[in-house]
């Protein structure tokens, strides 16, 4: 539908769950700590987290 008037959205809501910078730098140390280096060629390294709490 054309209305001439522009479009006002809503913003995203925020996520229910964050990321925190510490949980960040906790992945990269697991996966530096197993061989995985940022510019290599391959599978990325997965990490699971467990949800605490």
Request: net charge negative; proline share 13%; aromatic share 4%.
């Amino acid at each position: 539908m054309e209305t001439s008037r522009p479009v006002v959205m809503e913003p995203d809501p925020a996520p229910a769950e964050l990321v925190l910078p510490s949980e960040v730098a906790a992945g990269i140390r697991a996966a530096r700590s197993s061989d995985w280096t940022p510019r290599s060629d391959g599978s990325p390294f997965k990490l699971r987290l467990s949800a605490a709490g």
